[in-house]
């Protein structure tokens, strides 16, 4: 009995009415039927007869609100692009900028003192260099992570000779990677977790890769065949 059923469920008006019900709930149509009966919207046309709705594609009207990410190019203004599609010194450089505004991201007052790594001859001559720092930091987590200290001392460490012998690696100083790290991780850009290292927050994310997208649509200005990558 349970497979006769069954096999009524989908033969003959209910088979039709189920394949345009699950038409309509994956390709997102909706019915254009004159006559409907409840939210089922399975009526009855003249004669009795069941009514199967005539389906067609829908389309939002406001197209401005739909951000297609790589898509036709129909839809070319339509576009996120990426951190790992713009070049990393512009990237840097504008988003120290926005950091500025931030007033969770500060200097430190020993940071106008002392060198980022004993490999450094000298101490950061930019005045703002701690904001540069903060945004490399954020973009190299946003690639790479996730990262501990240890991990970016060894990045932003160099060689160093001492004497006559051969020049080696020096780690960069951890405390001011570790305060940036800090600093990233309550304005919410960052988030740590325990035993892993540091990840790029949703938040982080989202500032970096807008950042990303303005940088973009600069560059296409000045150099057009870049709108391919788009």
């Given at each position: 009995m349970g497979g006769e059923k069954d096999s009524d469920a989908f033969s003959g008006p209910n088979a039709v009415r189920g394949e345009a019900?699950?038409?309509?709930?994956?390709?997102?149509?909706?019915?254009?039927?004159?006559?409907?009966?409840?939210?089922?919207?399975?009526?009855?046309?003249?004669?009795?007869?069941?009514?199967?709705?005539?389906?067609?594609?829908?389309?939002?009207?406001?197209?401005?609100?739909i951000r297609i990410?790589?898509?036709?190019?129909?839809?070319?203004?339509?576009?996120?692009?990426?951190?790992?599609?713009?070049?990393?010194?512009?990237?840097?450089?504008?988003?120290?900028?926005?950091?500025?505004?931030d007033n969770k991201i500060t200097p430190p007052a020993w940071s106008a003192f002392v060198k980022t790594g004993s490999h450094a001859t000298r101490i950061p001559q930019h005045k703002d260099w701690w904001y540069a720092r903060c945004a490399s930091l954020l973009r190299k987590i946003y690639l790479h992570g996730p990262l501990g200290v240890g991990d970016l001392k060894v990045a932003y460490g160099g060689r160093k000779k001492?004497?006559?012998n051969l020049a080696h690696h020096k780690d960069a100083g951890g405390a001011i990677i570790r305060k940036a790290l800090q600093q990233l991780e309550v304005s919410g850009y960052i988030v740590k977790v325990q035993g892993k290292g540091r990840f790029v927050s949703s938040e982080g994310m989202k500032k970096m890769d807008r950042l990303a997208t303005e940088i973009h649509k600069e560059l296409i200005k000045t150099a057009p065949q870049l709108q391919r990558y788009a």
């Open positions: 019900a699950l038409l309509q709930k994956v390709q997102g149509v909706h019915c254009a039927g004159k006559k409907r009966a409840g939210e089922g919207w399975q009526g009855k046309n003249e004669g009795n007869a069941d009514h199967v709705p005539k389906m067609r594609t829908y389309l939002p009207q406001d197209l401005g609100r990410y790589k898509g036709s190019s129909r839809f070319s203004r339509y576009y996120m692009a990426k951190v790992y599609d713009v070049p990393a010194d512009e990237l840097i450089a504008k988003l120290a900028e926005q950091l500025k505004n001492v004497g006559y």
